[in-house]
Nanobody, 119 residues
Framework: QVQLVESGGGLVQAGGSLRLSCAAS????????MGWYRQAPGKQRELVAT??????TNYADSVKGRFAISRNNAKNTNLQMIALKPEDTAVYYC??????????????WGQGTQVTVSS
């Protein structure tokens, strides 16, 4: 099993910044990609940003130019968020496509961290 733990959420005023971090642990052979998703009240979970092992990134149009995803090692990812808007308010979830030793690739999720942006 793979566990993902997020940190760094909180309350910030519009225009402010936050940095989310996610650390993976457990029985990990390889993590192929990591990413961040978010879910606002009454809405479906949506992709925010992803990063592959080769460093390729993908962003939702709504966050391009304001958010930056990075991986500081094979098991950690960060999401730097600037110029935050009230519509960025959501629970942010870390995601990993990972293989355990001898097992298939699976999707893993963290427990989520709340980001609230006040106007």
């Amino acid at each position: 099993q793979v566990q993902l733990v997020e940190s760094g959420g909180g309350l910030v005023q519009a225009g402010g910044s936050l940095r989310l971090s996610c650390a993976a642990s457990g029985s990990i052979f390889r993590i192929n990609a990591m990413g961040w998703y978010r879910q606002a009240p009454g809405k479906q979970r949506e992709l925010v940003a992803t990063i592959n092992n080769d460093g390729r990134t993908n962003y939702a149009d709504s966050v391009k130019g304001r958010f930056a995803i990075s991986r500081n090692n094979a098991k950690n990812t960060n999401l730097q968020m600037i110029a935050l808007k009230p519509e960025d308010t959501a629970v942010y979830y870390c995601n990993a496509h990972a293989l355990s030793p001898g097992g298939p690739e699976n999707d893993y999720w963290g427990q989520g961290t709340q980001v609230t942006v006040s106007s």
